[in-house]
């Protein structure tokens, strides 16, 4: 179901489209298309990312259990990647509210300092968080206009998976 939508983001953007699943405390690119720009974010389906940074990452956090954010959190395995990751538990846990509270996230160079990325929630029938849609690229073109422009997208997108997999707002 995922994998349409992610032709059409990632068609309609020019970067890279990802669905990411929790799998433990990393999050998994599950489905990925690429984008039409001549230079793109790549990772491959199948690999495994930390789930503490990164908008995908960053979705799937905010919108797990409780259980869920104290267990990553308190593991104290928020290892550093660039100058622009968050390793405090408490910078990270106000980072998720803010997240939860927006619906989105927005990262600039957390986990590759040439990498910036989009990410909004994915539901299922029973409310139940399934994973994260998002888009990422160079930093260089997520930009303040086009950061706008891809939200919005992000967010169409995700909310089409989501009601895809019987997902209703009301």
Do not use: C
Request: glycine share 8%; aromatic share 6%; proline share 4%.
């Amino acid at each position: 179901m995922a994998r349409p939508i992610l032709k059409k983001l990632a068609r309609d953007t020019g970067e890279s489209a990802s669905l990411y699943l929790r799998e433990g405390n990393n999050r998994l690119v599950f489905a990925r298309e690429e984008g039409t720009q001549n230079i793109r974010y790549s990772v491959a389906e199948g690999t495994k990312l930390p789930i503490h940074t990164g908008a995908g990452g960053k979705v799937i956090l905010a919108f797990s259990s409780e259980k869920v954010k104290r267990s990553i959190i308190k593991s104290g395995k928020l290892p550093r990647f660039t100058s622009h990751t968050i390793t405090d538990p408490r910078e990270l846990k106000a980072e998720l509210a803010k997240v939860r509270s927006s619906g989105y996230a927005f990262s600039q160079a957390e986990r590759d300092p040439d990498a910036a990325s989009i990410a909004a929630p994915v539901f299922d029938h029973e409310n139940r968080l399934v994973g994260a849609l998002g888009i990422a690229g160079p930093v260089s073109r997520f930009k303040d206009s086009k950061i706008i422009d891809y939200k919005r997208q992000v967010l169409e997108a995700a909310s089409e998976l989501s009601r895809r997999l019987g997902w209703n707002t009301g």
